[in-house]
């Protein structure tokens, strides 16, 4: 059904259809923005804001040039013979649009490729036209053979009139009005004086206005005209074949009217992208229910508009009162044409906005008295009512302007409130504005009704423009008129007529007005201390990642230079080494050696610290188990099982039937050298246990091959290699190199109560 059209008029729409018309490049666009109305299909209203999405962002459709060329086509349609220039305006405008869908084709992938489809391919018929037909619409010498022919012959036929002309202008030179050669019916003449024509031979073709000039074509061109005009009518006549052949051509294109649709379509879509983009709108969302939200939603036809949210949903009518010129029709009318935008698939001016789509737009705005059909305002107003009660529901929006004026206040305001009753009834959303009192207090205690009002200033007499919810405008009346100069006792009795009622709601409603205000203050204060808080904190963050970054930068500068000093170290231990193979050296040798060992350990970065997380038990470490009464060493952690070394006991527990007992005595061989003394230097503290869990084959196996230097240095033996269980391949590849040190006499596993498979004992010769 379509949409009330004294509705679209009452919200200025026509308005909108106008600033498209100005937009449009083609009298086809202007033709369909003239018939733009709103629908209540969703599905083509979504396709239609996808559509003027691609034109904003995805392809700048340029349809300048094309013409309406529908009449064109139709009185070929006809069998009427078309001109050249209106053959090659079809041409061009055809051109243009197939120029239109390959730009489309290059750059879109969304519905404008789909639209585009609707332009035709009028290829072989623009080529046949711009071949046939040069710039001013005349058909080229090479639309036919025939007609090449014929003009090769006239030219140089002229020539030789001309030339005969010229001879015999010598000869005639006494009895011509003018010494010239000119056509007349189509024919070469010379001018004679006419009182001289008699002395001539020749034709009569033509005489001048005033009787005193006869133009004579001379006997012997005769002959040369004759054969003239015969060629001229044959051209002409071949010239019409052609013109008849391309109208041909343009009548039995039969996707023509189709290609002037999709044009008119495409610029439309085109008009709408450049109204978003000339009064800054953005895409509304559509939403399934009957709820609306505009956020800084403001009237695009209305010039520095002050932006208003505007929600109902919960709040299925909204009843906003307060003094005349305060913005309130303005506000209603921002709704009711945001609806009607988003419905011809416009955007619209808010920020952001979520509409549903409603069946129609039930409206009553303005006064429209009609002396001819004896209805007064009220009776005007009234019968718009009976309209949107008749169709007022949950998919229409209602918008009521000055409900109950035009009668009696109080007649008006029982009339106004029952209305309201109605329509809440019928479950409609909209807006309404009003200046009677009882329909304040009437919104304060009604579910689905809410207060609101447009701010004003009292002490300049300036409204805001600004929508307050939640609370009833006041009319300011007396306030105005005292402002204005009335005089104070005129005022005061005015004042005592209100009675107690009306002078209670005044003073309720300042008192409102005055604690929003504070309201107001505090809020504004205390988003300048969060803004504040908020800078403050974004600076200490800063700061302290900037002092992160330069802690990190610090311990890769140490961290680096610890390397590359455990590095020098381990080098010249490597030197040292090779000097120990040396028996005379051997004592003070090993000494420097245990020396720089101990200095590289210090100097090298302790490796970093990984998080524990819950229970630290690990291998190695001493637990208690209490369900055994024993404590013990965990061999290994299998998730939540362990198996621990109770005495010659090797039993399996979870993790939480055991208690930590102390720190694992863990001496790696990659972070405590063993501890060695020389003869001659000091007592020896040799640890003949090597702890080489968790390190790689290259560094176990280098550190092996050094505690066994020591050790055999030391005359130090056995030794104990602990390398753990886990898959063999450590335990495996040590004893490989230990078959190879010629300095290891033997090696065997421990025993089962001393680490068994885990702890290899090596005996060094002596």
Known sequence: MPFDSRALSALDFPRVRDALEGRSATTLGVERARALQPSDDAG???????????????????????????ELHARAQEGRVLSGQELLNAAYSLDGAMTVRRAIEANSRGPLREVGQ?????????????????????????????????????????????????????????VLQEHIVTIRRDRYVLPVQASRVGQVQGIIVDASATGQTYFVEPAAVTQLNNELTRLILDEEAEVRRILTELSG?????????????????????????????????????????DTYDLREARHPLIENPVPNDIQLGDTRLLLITGPNMGGKTATLKTLGLAVLMHQCGLYVAAASAKLPVVRDVLVDIGDEQSIEASLSTFASHLKHLRYVLRHAAPDTLVLIDELGSGTDPDEGAALAQALIETLLTQDAR??????????????????????????????????????????????YALAIAQ??????????????????????????????????????TQLETAVTARRDAEAELARVRQERETLEARRNEMLAEAAQKAETLYADAIERVRTLRARAQEDSARPRVMQELRELRAAAQKARPAPPVREERGDPIRVGSQVEVPAYNASGQVLELRGDDLVVQLGVMKVGVKRRDVRLKQEPKVSAG??????????????????????????????????????ILEAHALKESPLRVVHGKGQGVLRRLLREYLKTDKKVESFHDAEANQGGHGVTIVNLRR
């Open 430 to 475: 909209g807006i309404i504005t009003s200046h009677l009192s009882p329909l304040k207090l009437f919104a304060l205690e009604t579910p689905g009704l809410k207060n609101a009002s447009m701010g004003f200033e009292v002490a300049t007499l300036a409204p805001t423009y600004h929508l307050q919810v939640g609370q009833p405008g006041r009319s």
């Open 249 to 289: 051509l343009l009548a039995g294109d039969a996707a023509v009217p189709m290609t002037l649709a999709t044009v008119g379509e495409l610029d439309l879509i085109a008009a709408k992208a450049r109204l978003a983009r000339d009064w800054r709108l953005n895409r509304p969302e559509a939403v399934q229910d």
């Open 483 to 520: 402002r204005m100069g009335l005089p104070a006792e005129v005022l005061a009795r005015a004042e005592s007529l209100l009675g107690p009622e009306a002078g209670l709601m005044e003073r309720m409603l300042e008192g409102l007005e005055r604690e929003r205000a504070d309201l107001g």
């Open 670 to 707: 990659r972070n405590k050298a063993p501890r060695m003394a020389f003869a001659g230097t000091a007592p020896s503290t040799f640890q003949n246990e090597l702890q080489l869990r968790g390190l790689g084959v290259e560094e176990a196996v280098e550190e092996l091959r050094t505690a």
């Open 118 to 174: 609707g332009l035709g391919d009028h290829s072989e018929l623009v080529r046949r036209f711009l071949s046939a037909l040069d710039r001013d619409g005349g058909v080229r010498d090479e639309a036919s053979p025939r007609l090449r022919d014929l003009r090769k012959r006239i030219d140089p036929l002229r020539g030789r009139i001309r030339e005969k002309l010229a001879a015999t202008l010598e000869r005639w030179a006494d």
């Open 44 to 70: 083509r209203i979504a396709r239609e804001l996808d559509e003027v999405e691609d034109a904003l962002f995805g392809v700048s459709l340029s349809l300048g040039g094309i013409q309406d060329i529908r």
